[in-house]
């Protein structure tokens, strides 16, 4: 059977982290992995084939962290933060191109000579018209992660959705690579994901979709065929509504 979405917009993000491969396969946690980017672009043409207009936000952590840079102005550390996921966007885009996919990268800081600087209207047609918009740069001010950044472009964009895809596969109470006994939620509301303080994404990103009515979809990225599923409103990971 054909399998169908549920959603018709959707806002995906991706981990800088890991774009860099899995631990298993030789991933380094830094840098980039061809054969990573190459099958998360395969799957994200899987679910445009599909009908879903689709835009992107990708962190920057397999190049940058600012926040844990304990020597460095906070503000310089975040920008530099800020160019690291538009290296991560560009490679992304090629990789989603060689898919067949057309493709616009934007930024929320300008960069005329290799992308299109962020406009709203513009990323919406972009997404009418059936290309993959790439969000970079975060929101384009320090202090705020590009979790974050994933939240206000889902309101900004009106998706139905923001996939999480992670190195984890879900939700738990607690991290389960230091404990073993942690629980795992496959639902969870956005007012228990900030009371319980569980670290879905950071607590101005989770805020910000329970405003708004955001629903977040928590999957782990290892196995691509994933986003499929949660696209297709199958139970996998966890989902917060």
């Not at 939620?185 to 989770?206: P, Y």
């Amino acid at each position: 059977m054909e399998k169908k979405p549920v959603y018709k917009r959707v806002l995906v993000k991706v981990s800088g982290e890991a774009l860099a491969g899995r631990p298993g396969d030789g991933g380094r946690g830094f840098g980039l992995s061809q054969e990573m980017l190459t099958d998360v672009a395969r799957h994200i043409a899987q679910i445009h084939q599909m009908g879903v207009q689709i835009g992107i936000v990708v962190g920057g952590g397999n190049f940058w962290r600012g926040a844990q840079s304990p020597t460095m102005d906070r503000t310089r550390a975040d920008h530099m933060g800020m160019l690291a996921t538009v290296m991560n966007s560009l490679a992304l885009a090629d990789a989603l191109e060689q898919q067949d996919l057309t493709v616009r990268v934007q930024t929320a800081i300008e960069m005329r000579q290799i992308a299109e600087p962020y406009i709203r209207s513009r990323a919406v047609r972009h997404m009418e018209k059936g290309r993959v918009v790439i969000f970079g740069c975060g929101t384009g001010n320090p202090f705020f992660t590009t979790d974050t950044a994933a939240a206000l472009r889902a309101v900004e964009i009106d998706a139905d959705v923001i996939l999480l895809a992670k190195n984890v596969d879900a939700v738990y109470d607690s991290d389960p690579a230091k404990n073993p006994n942690a629980k795992k939620f496959t639902t969870l509301t956005h007012d228990e994901v900030l009371t319980r303080n569980l670290k879905v994404m950071d607590s101005t990103a989770a805020s910000l979709c329970r405003d708004n009515g955001i629903k977040i979809h928590v999957f782990g990225i290892s196995d691509p065929d994933n986003i499929i599923r949660a696209v297709c409103g199958e139970s996998v990971g966890t989902l917060i509504s």
